[in-house]
């Protein structure tokens, strides 16, 4: 049984920024769970197994336009992005939207690290609105 204190409204409190806990997220390998007393082992392995659903594998053409990005410069990231793919040519949203929604989030993601945003603590709301 959890520990009274994640029931309450001192949850917030305990941290200095936000952490999942407070959009009732519970993520077992977090050392947090353990540290405050709120979930014993037996209990955080019990909530990663139940009813454990395994994701799909990604389809191969997708990872391969993700993996394009897996680069360390951000000059070299910045002309990936602007690639011209055979996607941009003939867009069909069945087989395009999930490259393109990939693409605009490694750029909406490389705009706010040049930005150092990321370096600050912002509440979900801000990455829901800006990632």
């Known amino acids: 049984m959890p520990n009274q204190f994640l029931l309450t409204a001192d949850l917030k409190d305990h941290y200095q920024r936000e ?3 407070h959009s009732f997220i519970i993520n077992p390998v977090d050392s947090t769970w353990l540290q405050l007393d709120a979930f014993s082992k037996d209990e955080l ?13 990604l389809p191969r053409d997708l990872m391969e336009c993700i993996n394009e990005f897996n680069l360390t410069d951000q000059q070299q990231i910045r002309k990936t992005l602007w690639k011209q793919r055979p ?7 069945k087989e395009s939207l999930d490259k393109d929604w990939a693409q605009n989030f490694i750029h909406s993601i490389l705009m706010e690290i040049e930005c150092r945003q990321l370096s600050q603590d ?3 709301s801000w990455y829901i609105s800006h990632i």
């Open 122 to 124: 912002d509440l979900e």
């Open 87 to 93: 996607f941009d040519a003939s867009y069909d949203q």
């Open 19 to 21: 952490h999942t806990a």
């Open 45 to 57: 392995n019990e909530i990663s197994t139940y009813r454990y659903n395994h994701l799909p594998a």
